[in-house]
């Protein structure tokens, strides 16, 4: 322990806290009572040109190296001293587009366990962005008036969360399958439409319904045609009609042996190697 | 030479090269790389198989007549070409190499010429020892000590070697050359045969020789030992000097001049002891007129004589066969590998070659056999013939004088006569011994006949030592008891006949007393005997209490293994007179439901476990009642084995299910209920009991109707939901998108908890995923499964339009969970009804590998399956019925397995042929490289081996080899201990100095704390109740802090360290660095998860932020963390 703490004290009046080109970093704690601390990687968000991407320019902030027990909430109350913050998004690794999709579910896809993560931090100033650039910690996640719960106390409260409520998810189930419904049935409504009417190149799609469809245009559906086909061509084949044929059975039989026999030497000398011969 | 192994295994970075070349195509370059791979798996570091691929010019060339021959040979006189190699390799490593023999032969001619240097005596009598020195005793004892005769040493007339070392059968280790030295004709006397005085005379022979070859330089030890356990026939053996010590041990036999001894006088039927002198004088009025025959004695006489014409005989016959040869050797690999050749009644290499020679005189044997093939005719000889009742000779001289076999019957309970057709070479051999011969040929044959993969390996490398063979281990100890059992039972007339020794006199009424009273519960009784030592030449000779323990190893049938009633004769037969006195107090008149009254024992037990014991009880019972001796039970058994326990649940389930299939008003019928749950396949280690909170000790959340952990409190009980997975019937409504099918799921999901609620009053919990229900205390959680599912999330269309299926991880855990873990679960539930030791193994395995801390890397199922292994495959071994014998068994298939080159194939239900193996063998070797590195497979999972796929890693396998490897010598040996196994757990705990952290745990948010392996004295409070009171909320489920901790844990620094923890109430948490986390790493967004810049020279790399991190393992589990111990001095930043 002594060791590694003077050598800790070493490194630290090295270079103070140590950089990286690029980017500035923010000693950050849990809470007061910790003594050495993790490190925000905080840089511009930018990208090259012409590349999309849906965070904007010049307010968002890029931060590598989020702890596990430090949340959305918590960085956006650590940040807004260098200016209002819009919006804080925690992902497991850097995306350049915002995810697009509509906010999941929490009955069908709950949160999985937090690791080290990035963050997107967009300002509604310019100014806040960098005035975090130049932001010198340390910053206590935890502190009196803002607890952070971690331990037993986070457990028990995400089991409490947990435990679901089954009229929100009858509803939200219900809600689900309204719009489903409505979209099948007007799919159902453009297909039916279209059936029969020429796209631009004049074709016509034809589609079979009844009792008995035909053949699936599935992988599965076509190998089997295939195997059935050559099945019934070895049927009708004769075995050893001519002289050639039973001489390369012959053939074909030694050949085997022979690469038994290999397969069986290789495997002989593996286990002499492992000295498998010992009886006892 | 594993670390090696385990090295490039570890480093799958030259698997694809090994790809490449298996894809190289024809002609001479693929030739050439064909050649090079042979090399390098010739290599002792591959350690690991490729397929083999050979060019098509090597495949198609003309076979030349030699090649043809011998693909022929190997056909017909070899199973396959591989046995036929390995069985060359085995030979290779026993036999002797021709270096050395010339060194033995250099040391034989020593010898020779010492021992005719030896000076001679002068007369005195047999009583008078006083002529010999100080340094040496007589090697026999000499009970009575008054015996008729006089003694002088000349050097022997003769000196011969015997044995399997001039046959070239001889065997190494230890290579033993027995030497005959013919004792001169001058002096043994007329009546020598009669009252021991040629043993005497023999030990005294050998003291003398003793005495003066112990001053010689050229000898390193010179000791007396027994070879064949008998007390009357001691020899001298003699070891060379330095460095060749081990070498050989040269074995000195003194035997009579040829035709010394009459034959007429050593039949079985003929007395050679007489009472008067055995007993003393007193005894000479009452026994004179009748002197019982001493069958024994004159067999030890008649094997002295015969020493050179066996000698003669084996060489005649197989002299030049070197295919005889071979067997024989193969015949003693497989006898010594079952220790059936050691001590008194073993049933030596000598012996087996014997048999060698009668089934060649036979004609079942041919010279030109194989080695291969005359050890399968002898085994099929052995397996198929009874020598107890019909006897074998190989004399076939018609006459008249010779005595018929019956006598020998009459005397003996094995008989097979020699060439002299006077002695009987099974003389030693018990019964039980004999039947355990059989039972072990049998069951070769029937491995050999199943054309198994590994015959060769399980048919003559498997060791069975009897701890792992035999269901039940008995000590009798004292042996002095034996003596009292002898005397109480008037054994007389056979301590007569074996000189005194009185275990073996006692030995035939023991085992047929138990044979009787077992009865049909038995398969097999055998015993064993430790061989006596070797002895210094200034010692005493051992006592025949010396061994101090005889070992009975009992083999049940399945049915009686755990039946109460001993069911004897109606009241009113005369034999029900009989079996009042063989069960002795424990017999007694029972009115059964027939209307019957009859005799009969009953044995208590009330649980399982106790019943399992049954057999010792019935063991000390009889021996006390029969023999006044007590035995040792030898048993692994806890107070509770929990599986009353486990049936409970398992019948909660089946009236679960019944409910679930009555059900109406779902939209659709339930088609089958599965479980899905170790418990429901009775292989969870601990089992549920029926929860019943106390709802003071929880938060209550009413409108939820569940309970809550209350922070102020310790952690509530851990109550694991048991999955059962219930299909649906097919239908055309179910929607074809895999989010709604989802969303369809749930409302069946809420459904079914509404229906249970109002049909049945069970509380119920419905989620998006599963229903918990909870009923008789058991928590249940129901998951609705659509049979289609699977497939839909598997769908891709390809541009064309085309349809086709491939694998997703979310597919494949739904197949998983759905499909595999249920069919599984039956198909184990199966097992456990025909095997009812299978759930005390899996169970037992479990917990070991757990308390090794290496649970969270296993799974549930593969270990299951490696447990069921043991049960489908038990060759050599018969299928375990006591949970230790299959730990035992366990420990040793993991320990010894080869993962890289061989899939642990479970053919559960017997369901893969034997052609289906053999292409799933050659499918593994093609597809090797992209297997996990244990792989399982079974008829339902042939491939893809899903239950390791996630795991264990190399290093993680390897570990677990050697940590089996170590415990399984100690808890042999710990069983095996005649004094009691002492503690058991030893094994059990697991090593704590590998780790480079440890996080000590607070007790208080353990909610298993009891389960450890040293259970605490004293734990906290759970909050249950042990009165049942009537609850409708639901309890706290599945919250383990110190798993939601790992989990964490594992999420944040999986890419550092690996964590290790006992599930079963651990209180420390293993960490360990890896290897590669604190090489700096150049910077990228991507991995400074937990780690820190420093400059390194000018360049800024990443390391470690190691204190950081040691504070965020407090950080994170604040509350459950007592205390984080780096042991720093392991690593270096």
């Known amino acids: 322990m002594v060791a590694r703490r003077r050598k800790r004290a070493a490194r630290e009046s090295d270079s103070g806290v140590p950089t990286l080109p690029g980017y500035s970093a923010i000693p950050i704690k849990f809470s007061e009572k910790q003594q050495s601390s993790h490190y925000l990687y905080v840089r511009e968000h930018k990208v090259r040109e012409g590349t999309k991407s849906s965070w904007p320019q010049k307010r968002t902030l890029f931060v590598l190296n989020v702890p596990p027990y430090c949340t959305e909430e918590c960085l956006s109350r650590l940040l807004s001293p260098c200016g209002p913050v819009q919006s804080v998004k925690l992902q497991e690794k850097p995306e350049l587009a915002e995810s697009p999709k509509e906010p999941q579910s929490k009955f069908f896809h709950p949160k999985p366990v937090p690791g080290f993560q990035v963050a997107y931090v967009v300002f509604q100033k310019p100014g806040g962005m960098s005035a975090a650039l130049a932001l010198k910690g340390p910053l206590l996640v935890s502190t009196e008036s803002h607890p952070v719960r971690s331990g037993v106390l986070k457990w028990i409260r995400d089991y409490t969360d947990s435990v679901p409520d089954p009229e929100a998810l009858r509803v939200e189930v219900d809600a689900f399958m309204e719009t489903y419904d409505r979209k099948i049935a007007e799919e159902e409504a453009k297909a039916k ?53 039973h001489r390369e059975t012959k053939m074909e039989h030694i050949a085997q042996l022979r690469k038994k026999f290999e397969e069986d030497k290789q495997r002989i000398e593996l286990m002499r190697a492992q000295r498998k011969f010992r009886p006892y | 030479m594993l670390d090696v192994c385990d090295v490039t295994l570890a480093s799958p970075c030259h698997w694809p090269q090994v790809m490449e070349s298996a894809l190289e195509g024809t002609g001479k370059e693929g030739k050439k790389e064909s050649l090079k791979k042979r090399k390098m798996a010739g290599s002792p570091g591959e350690g690991l198989l490729q397929p083999v691929k050979l060019s098509r010019a090597e495949l198609y060339k003309e076979p030349t007549n030699e090649e043809l021959s011998r693909l022929r040979e190997t056909e017909s006189l070899f199973h396959s070409s591989l046995l036929r190699l390995q069985v060359e390799e085995l030979l290779k490593e026993v036999r002797l190499s021709e270096k050395k023999k010339e060194r033995i032969d250099a040391f034989l001619r020593e010898v020779n010429q010492r021992i005719m240097r030896v ?15 100080d340094g040496v005793q007589v090697p026999v004892h000499q009970v009575p000590y008054t015996v008729k005769g006089r003694f002088h040493f000349l050097p022997p007339a003769q000196v011969t070697i015997v044995g399997s070392y001039l046959l070239g059968t001889c065997i190494r280790p230890d290579i033993n050359v027995d030497v005959a030295l013919t004792i001169p004709r001058e002096i043994l006397q007329d009546k020598d045969g009669l009252n021991q005085r040629y043993f005497r005379k023999r030990a005294l022979y050998l003291a003398h020789l003793a005495h003066h070859l112990a001053k010689d330089p050229l000898f390193g030890s010179v000791r007396f030992s027994y070879p064949n356990g008998c007390h009357l026939k001691p020899s001298l053996l003699l070891r060379p000097h330095g460095k060749d010590e081990r070498l050989v041990t040269v074995r000195l036999h003194p035997c009579p001049p040829p035709d010394f001894f009459r034959p007429c006088r050593l039949l079985p039927s003929k007395s050679n002891v007489r009472s008067a002198w055995y007993r003393g004088q007193r005894y000479c009025a009452a026994l004179s007129s009748h002197e019982p025959p001493t069958p024994h004695y004159n067999t030890w006489l008649l094997q002295d004589t015969a020493l050179e014409s066996h000698v003669q005989l084996l060489s005649a016959v197989l002299g030049s066969a070197s295919g005889l040869k071979d067997g024989v050797a193969l015949l003693k690999v497989w006898l010594r590998q079952r220790e059936l050749d050691k001590g008194l009644g073993g049933f030596s290499g000598f012996l087996v070659s014997m048999v060698v020679a009668f089934l060649v005189s036979t004609r079942k044997i041919h010279t030109t056999m194989s080695g291969y093939q005359v050890l399968r005719s002898t085994l099929q000889f052995l397996a198929s013939s009874d020598l107890t009742v019909n006897g074998i000779s190989l004399c076939f001289s018609s006459d008249p004088s010779l005595p018929a076999l019956a006598d020998f019957h009459q005397a003996f309970p094995v008989v097979f006569l020699d060439s002299s057709g006077r002695l009987n070479l099974c003389a030693d051999i018990t019964a039980s011994t004999y039947h355990q011969v059989q039972h072990e040929a049998r069951l070769s044959m029937a491995l050999l006949d199943s054309k198994a993969d590994d015959g060769f390996q399980l048919l003559l490398m498997t060791p069975k030592p009897m701890i792992q063979a035999f269901d039940h281990i008995l000590h009798i100890r004292p042996l002095s008891r034996l003596q009292a059992a002898c005397h109480r039972l008037k054994l007389w007339p056979e301590l007569q006949d074996l000189g005194g020794d009185y275990v073996s006199a006692a030995l035939g009424p023991l085992t047929t007393l138990l044979e009787q009273g077992l ?21 005493e000779p051992p006592k025949h209490r010396d061994p101090g323990v005889l070992t009975l190893g009992l083999i049940l049938q399945p049915e009686g293994l755990t039946s109460v009633l001993e069911l004897g004769p109606e009241a009113d037969q005369p034999e029900a007179a009989d079996f009042r006195q063989f069960w002795g107090s424990r017999s007694e008149l029972r009115r059964f439901q027939d209307g019957a009254i009859r005799e009969a024992v009953v044995w208590e037990a009330a649980s399982m476990a106790q019943k399992r014991l049954i057999p010792h009880q019935m063991v000390t019972h009889l021996l006390e009642v029969g023999m006044g001796c007590g035995a040792l039970a030898q048993a692994f058994g806890t107070s509770s084995t929990g599986e009353e326990a486990l049936a409970a649940a398992v019948r909660c389930y089946d009236d679960l299910s019944r409910l679930l299939w009555g059900l109406d008003g779902l939209p659709l019928t339930v088609s089958a209920v599965q479980g899905a749950h170790p418990v429901l396949r009775y292989t969870e280690v601990f089992p549920p009991t029926p929860v019943r909170p106390a709802h003071s000790f929880y938060e209550q959340l009413r409108e939820l109707a569940s309970l809550l952990p209350r922070p102020d409190k310790p952690c509530p009980a851990y109550v694991e939901p048991m999955t059962v997975v219930c299909h649906l019937e097919g239908s055309g409504q179910w929607p074809q998108d895999a989010e709604a099918i989802r969303r369809v799921r749930a409302a069946f999901q809420l459904r079914l908890a509404e229906l249970l609620t109002q049909q049945h009053g069970l509380p119920c919990r419905a989620t998006a995923t599963h229903t918990d229900v909870l009923k008789d205390g058991f928590v249940f959680r129901i998951r609705v499964a659509y049979q289609r599912e699977p497939q839909i999330l598997k769908e891709t269309r390809s541009p064309e339009g085309m349809i086709s299926l491939r694998d997703t991880p979310a597919s494949l855990r739904l197949e998983r969970d759905t499909r595999q873990l249920p069919l599984l679960t039956s198909a184990l539930h199966g097992l456990q009804q025909q095997h009812p030791a299978f759930s005390g193994v899996a169970r037992l395995a479990k917990r070991w590998v757990r308390a090794q801390l290496l649970g969270g890397e296993l799974t549930d199922e593969s270990l299951d399956l490696v447990a069921a292994a043991l049960f489908l495959h038990p060759e050599p071994f018969t299928p375990p019925s006591s949970p230790q014998v299959g730990f035992l068994r366990f420990l040793f298939l993991i320990s010894t397995f080869d993962w890289k080159n061989n899939p642990l194939i479970v053919n559960l239900n017997n369901e893969l042929s034997v052609e289906e193996q053999v292409e799933i063998r050659s499918v593994f070797l093609a597809t090797r490289a992209k297997l996990p590195v244990m792989v399982i497979v079974t008829p339902q999972d042939r491939k893809s081996s899903v239950w390791t796929q996630d795991g264990p890693s190399p290093q993680i396998l390897h570990q677990l080899v050697v940590l089996a490897a170590e415990a399984l010598p100690v808890l042999e040996k ?84 690996l964590f290790f923890y006992d599930q079963h109430g651990g209180e420390v948490i293993g960490v360990l660095w890896k290897p590669t986390s604190f090489q700096p790493q150049p910077f990228k967004a991507s991995n400074a998860k937990g780690r820190m810049v420093v400059s390194q020279g000018r360049e800024p790399v990443m390391v470690p932020n190691v204190e950081a991190i040691l504070e965020d393992f407090a950080i994170l589990g604040e509350g459950l963390v007592q205390a984080v111990e780096a042991r720093s001095e392991r690593w270096t930043v």
Request: aromatic share 6%; glycine share 6%; with cysteine.
């Open chain 1, 193 to 245: 439409e279209e059936e029969g009417v020429p796209d631009e190149e004049g074709w016509v799609k034809v589609t079979r319904r009844g009792r008995r469809p035909v053949l699936p245009r599935t992988e599965a559906a076509s190998l089997r045609v295939l195997e059935r086909e050559r099945r019934k061509r070895a049927r009708k084949e004769l075995l050893n009609f001519y002289a050639w044929q």
């Open chain 2, 119 to 133: 000076p001679s005596t002068p007369e005195t009598d047999l009583t008078n020892q006083a002529w010999l020195p």
């Open chain 2, 974 to 1057: 710990q069983l095996m201990d005649p004094r009691g196994p002492g503690d058991i757990r030893t094994v059990f705990r697991p090593p704590l100095d590998m780790y480079d952290v440890l996080i000590r745990l607070a007790p208080r948010h353990i909610p298993r704390h009891r389960q450890a392996v040293d259970s605490p004295a004293a734990s906290f409070c759970r909050g249950l109740l042990s009165e049942p009171g009537p609850s409708s909320l639901m309890p706290v489920l599945g919250y383990d802090p110190p798993q939601l901790y790992l989990a964490q844990l594992r999420e944040a620094f999986g890419h550092l360290a």
């Open chain 2, 519 to 539: 009865g049909s519960r038995l398969q097999l009784l055998a015993h064993s005997r430790p061989p006596v030592s070797e002895w210094d030449i200034s010692q």
